[in-house]
């Protein structure tokens, strides 16, 4: 029913940025929060931002916030990720997720393939 294609990870260097994407494939879709987690190997998955349905509200994990910018386009079903001042910590894969507002992922109801987001240091 809902499909959630993640794009844009790759490799960077120390201080570069990316911009994520997350297409959202849908028939119908309800009015969900989308979010970003990240998991690193050998790690639990962690928050990193989540904004709200229309665009109004957003939050951002401690490790985000001054470096990261959660948007989103509802008349393209996409919604971004714009990453700066990347650091080595910030290696992980990038999962785009939708559902309920929160920091858990079990708020969350559909999830994205990953993309591997990968800084040098």
């Known amino acids: 029913q809902v499909q959630l294609v993640e794009s844009g990870g790759g490799l960077v260097q120390a201080g570069g940025s990316l911009r994520l994407s997350c297409a959202v494939f849908a028939r119908t879709f309800s009015n969900y929060a989308m979010a970003w987690f990240r998991q690193a190997p050998g790690k639990e998955r962690e928050f990193v931002a989540v904004?709200?349905?229309?665009?109004?509200?957003?939050y951002y994990a401690d490790s985000a916030k001054g470096r990261f910018t959660i948007s989103k386009d509802n008349t393209k079903n996409t919604q971004y990720l714009q990453m700066n001042s990347l650091n080595a910590e910030d290696t992980a894969i990038y999962y785009c997720?939708?559902?309920?507002?929160?920091?858990?992922?079990?708020?969350?109801?559909?999830w994205g393939q990953g993309t591997q987001v990968t800084v040098s240091s």
């Open positions: 904004i709200s349905w229309d665009g109004s509200s957003t």
């Open positions: 997720a939708a559902g309920g507002w929160g920091v858990n992922d079990r708020t969350y109801d559909y």
